[in-house]
């Protein structure tokens, strides 16, 4: 089993759906990773956290440390949100990022 | 300000031959990272610096692969003897300390023939 597990892989949408995105973990961790990467494009870290809720425009990302898990929502989906999105965990113990293998989120228009 | 650069973009080697990948980080920006991206095995971690303090080479899959990161800025990743299986996105990021948000590079597409 994969020590950071999201679901699902793929996602399609129509435009204007709110979109949520889950992962999973199975070790301790001091801050989790939300990250987007376009078809073709570079990555782009979206968030960082370790407790509660961050926003940002129409994405929110929220973490359950008890629960060992996180989610990453998009309101009002657009097709410009279509793209990979990757969760990253950062042990307490080290600062090596350990990856899910991502979800392709897919809004059509 | 400018953002984490890498180079060559693309690189396509013969197997055997070493390749140098290099990274220029964001000014200022003390930790230094590389991934590596294969198709179906998602990121992988392969090697993180931080300031003047000894790199953590714990990700590099064998001791083919090698980084330095000269004067605390610029570094670079050798394979040496590239295999057919090295094939695959190498990614650069920095941070502005080790921990903090991380910034990417657009990444070197390394093919091996």
């Known amino acids: 089993k994969n020590e950071v597990e999201q679901s699902p892989q793929n996602l399609t949408a129509q435009e204007g759906e709110f979109i949520t995105i889950n992962c999973s973990y199975s070790?301790?961790?001091?801050?989790l990773h939300w990250l987007q990467q376009h078809p073709g494009g570079g990555i782009v870290s979206l968030f960082m956290?370790?407790?509660g809720k961050k926003k940002h425009g129409r994405l929110i990302a929220t973490i359950n440390i008890q629960e060992k898990h996180s989610s990453l929502h998009i309101t009002a989906s657009h097709p410009r949100d279509s793209a990979v999105y990757i969760c990253?965990?950062?042990?307490?113990?080290?600062?090596?990022?350990?990856f899910g293998k991502g979800t392709l989120l897919t809004v059509n228009p | 300000g400018a953002g984490v650069s890498q180079s060559p973009s693309n690189k396509v080697t013969e197997k055997g031959k070493d390749v140098e990948l290099r990274c220029d980080p964001i000014?200022?920006?003390?930790?230094l990272y590389w991934y590596r991206q294969s198709l179906g095995q998602g990121l992988e971690f392969l090697i993180y610096?931080?300031?003047?303090?000894?790199?953590?080479k714990s990700g590099l899959p064998s001791d083919r692969f090698s980084a330095e990161r000269t004067g605390g800025s610029v570094s670079t990743l050798t394979i040496q003897r590239t295999q057919q299986e090295d094939s695959a996105v190498y990614l650069c990021?920095?941070?502005?300390?080790?921990?903090?948000?991380?910034?990417f590079g657009p990444g070197t597409r390394l093919l091996v023939l």
């Open positions: 000014s200022g920006h003390t930790a």
């Open positions: 070790v301790g961790i001091s801050a």
């Open positions: 956290l370790s407790s």
């Open positions: 990021a920095s941070s502005l300390v080790l921990g903090e948000t991380q910034y």
């Open positions: 990253a965990v950062l042990r307490g113990s080290n600062y090596k990022l350990t």
């Open positions: 610096f931080q300031g003047n303090s000894a790199p953590d």
